[in-house]
């Protein structure tokens, strides 16, 4: 089942997504619109997104606000020198791409409750639009 989160580590996380969000409005004049659409309940939770930006991760994982939620990364990625000190969290799962049986970890999370956020294409895309998975 899911680790418990001490209340500590979740008044500091309540604490940086409120930060983060003051942030992404005043500084990108980010607006969300349709979260009346997100399952408030869930027992199994995979949402997609496209990705077109290095700050979509953590621009979701703001928002999305659900307290658990993973995001899969490609371990090759998340090792560039840039990336990596923000890779090395409880909110990244980190799996090698070219491995048929790397998401099999994945799978038993998410069937034990954990909501997860993936990009499919696994590059941030060229053209705006969704590329290949």
């Given at each position: 089942m899911l680790p418990a989160r001490t209340?500590?580590?979740?008044?500091?996380?309540?604490?940086?997504?409120l930060f983060l969000?003051?942030?992404?409005?005043?500084?990108?004049?980010?607006?969300?619109?349709?979260?009346?659409?997100?399952p408030a309940t869930f027992?199994?939770?995979?949402?997609?997104?496209?990705?077109?930006?290095?700050?979509?991760?953590?621009?979701?994982?703001t928002y999305l606000e659900y307290e658990n939620l993973k995001i899969i990364v490609d371990r090759t990625r998340a090792g560039e020198w840039l990336l990596k000190p923000f890779?090395?969290?409880?909110?990244?799962?980190?799996?090698?791409?070219?491995?048929?049986?790397?998401?099999k970890g994945v799978i038993d999370e998410v069937n034990?409750?954990?909501p997860l956020l993936i990009?499919?294409?696994?590059?941030i895309t060229r053209t705006g639009r969704l590329m290949k998975v």
């Open positions: 209340p500590a580590k979740r008044l500091f996380f309540k604490a940086v997504r969000k003051a942030y992404f409005r005043l500084v990108h004049s980010v607006e969300v619109r349709g979260r009346e659409n997100l027992r199994k939770l995979i949402i997609v997104s496209n990705h077109a930006s290095l700050f979509d991760g953590i621009v979701l994982w890779m090395q969290n409880s909110y990244t799962v980190q799996i090698d791409s070219m491995n048929p049986y790397a998401l034990g409750g954990t990009f499919p294409e696994g590059r």
